[in-house]
């Protein structure tokens, strides 16, 4: 007897009606659509976008928002924990000194992250029978979006640790350490050893939890010897390649955005809750608009993040 495998997953075909459909009605029916499009944005988003690997979005509301004396836009205030100078010994019959209470704060400032506004014909999207047309609608949103938001991080940090000049070997004002290195010899596993104590060196004393670098670089795990990684994983690389992974202790994220992440490079960093804060005041939308036979859409976000504790980071160059 033969069995058919029955799904309720719709076809492309009749993701294109159902969203064609949608752009033939009224209003309510359009912003259905939008939100249709917007769900798979945000799956799609997160897969691409590697800051939210480094920093877990957020979700926040308007009920959180603190309003600014300097700004118009919306942010909000966090503390950070108070510092300590450490305990003494003191001769009995005496009492400490005093210490005054001071809880440092900063904030989050929002912004709002759009992609182009494309614009189509609607007969010439009828077309597509077999593509979902959803994913030919937001694919180019999604990755201009995403690398923005990626971009933005990345210039951010490497601000912070050049002390604004963009180089390597400049002392972070806030850690009076040198966190962003040269280290020769290439990436060895002595070498790599060497370049996750630049962050262990600030008084913070944070190990790093997460490296990020790009394939490039990542391949060259692969030239690593049965001396280097020790038993049977040397021959599993060799034949396998490298893949993400956890290494001493580390997570490394593998990127694809060469642009943002060169060659030979590695970002460090510590834990979220020693590093920063990444909010999402309102999640990736889909905005679709109909007049006559043309349709526009774009998408956009609105987005927070602040590194408060440069500590926290760390970046070495191997030349």
Known sequence: MAYETVTNDPTPREVNERFLAFLDGENGQKKQAGDAASDYIRDKLREESFLENILPPIPVGNNDLDIQVDTDKPAIVQFKEPGSPGAVTLPFGQLPYN????????????????????????????????????????????????????????????????????????????????????????????????????????????APSKALLNMITFTAFEAWGRDEVGGDLAEEIFINGITERRIGGVDYIVTIKTDLVPDNVIYWFSAPK???????????????????????????????GTIANVAGVARTDFV
């Open 99 to 206: 210490e005054y209470i001071h809880g440092p704060r900063f904030r989050v400032v929002f912004d709002r992250i759009v992609s182009p506004k494309f614009v189509a014909d609607v007969d010439t999207l009828r077309t597509y029978t077999d593509i979902d047309i959803r994913q030919v609608l937001s694919d180019n949103s999604i990755k201009d979006m995403g690398a923005e938001q990626d971009a933005k991080f990345l210039g951010a940090v490497n601000y912070l640790l050049s002390n604004g000049t963009f180089a390597a070997g400049a002392t972070v004002t806030a850690t009076g350490v040198v966190q962003w290195q040269n280290i020769t010899g290439g990436i060895t596993r002595e070498t790599i050893s060497q370049a996750k104590t630049v962050m262990m060196k600030t008084p913070s004393r944070f």
């Open 274 to 304: 020693n590093l920063g804060k990444f909010m999402v005041l309102e999640d990736s939308t889909m905005y679709i608009d109909k007049k006559a036979y043309f349709i526009e859409f774009f998408c956009y976000k609105t987005i927070g």
